[in-house]
Nanobody, 123 residues
Framework: QVQLVESGGGLVQAGGSLRLSCAAS????????MGWFRQAPGKERHLVAS????????YYTDSVKGRFTISRDNAKNTVYLQMSDLKPEDTAVYYC????????????????WGQGTQVTVSS
């Protein structure tokens, strides 16, 4: 069982950077693959990036590749999303989620979800 809490969202100008954090409860965090999703108003929730339980495998959707970096610190039970060169189309609520499988790219594969944090990018 994992409980997740996101933080680090906010307002940033286009071209700027933000780092999102997701803190997890429990002692089993290191056994889960982790993903970051985002959802804009009226849109579907989509996977942005994911990382394996050990941190050696990672996935990025094409629109953020080269700009976003996912990482994790299992000793701190935390996963991060470093976002650079932000664009207005990155504006969304960002969610972290935990999965028992790897690799995975669909919402159905994620067992636990955080409450989300708002990221707004102004032009």
């Amino acid at each position: 069982q994992v409980q997740l809490v996101e933080s680090g969202g906010g307002l940033v100008q286009a071209g700027g950077s933000l780092r999102l954090s997701c803190a997890a409860s429990g002692r089993t965090f290191s056994t889960y693959a982790m993903g970051w999703f985002r959802q804009a108003p009226g849109k579907e929730r989509h996977l942005v990036a994911s990382i394996s339980s050990t941190g050696i495998g990672a996935y990025y959707t094409d629109s953020v590749k080269g700009r976003f970096t996912i990482s994790r610190d299992n000793a701190k039970n935390t996963v991060y999303l470093q976002m650079s060169d932000l664009k207005p189309e990155d504006t969304a609520v960002y969610y972290c989620a935990a999965s028992n499988t790897w690799p995975t790219g669909t919402r159905a594969n994620y067992n636990y979800w955080g409450q989300g944090t708002q990221v707004t990018v102004s032009s």
